[in-house]
């Protein structure tokens, strides 16, 4: 499966981003599909995802700031991202995990500042 994501950029503390990702087969087929995201120096973190058991995830620092969105039919999974923080500040990956494979997109860079 490969990973598509695009719609990272710059954007002022209090504002919108969205962010989306494309992947190659169905994503009906995922165990989970969404988003992560990474600063230099930390883990990779979870920040939202639609698994097959158990529902959509969010991550506790962006729950009821961010919403995940899916098309099956493209086969799409989009991060809507408001009241962003400077503390959004990352680079995102697209997640597909299938049969405890991970497989991830580029990664699209998320600047907070003003």
């Known amino acids: 499966v490969q990973l598509q994501a695009s719609g990272g950029g710059l954007v002022q503390p209090g504002g919108s981003l969205r962010l989306s990702c494309t992947a190659s087969?169905?994503?009906?087929?995922?165990?989970?599909v969404g988003w992560y995201r990474q600063v230099p120096g930390k883990q990779r973190e979870l920040v939202a995802e639609?698994?097959?058991?158990?529902?959509?995830y969010y991550g506790p620092s962006v729950s009821g700031r961010f919403t995940i969105f899916r098309d099956t039919a493209k086969n799409t999974v989009d991060l809507q991202m408001n009241s962003l923080k400077p503390e959004d500040t990352a680079v995102y990956y697209c997640?597909?995990?299938?049969?405890?494979?991970?497989?991830w997109g580029q990664g699209t860079l998320v600047t907070v500042s003003s």
């Open positions: 087969g169905s994503i009906s087929s995922a165990d989970a």
């Open positions: 639609f698994r097959i058991i158990g529902g959509i």
């Open positions: 997640n597909f995990r299938r049969t405890r494979i991970d497989y």
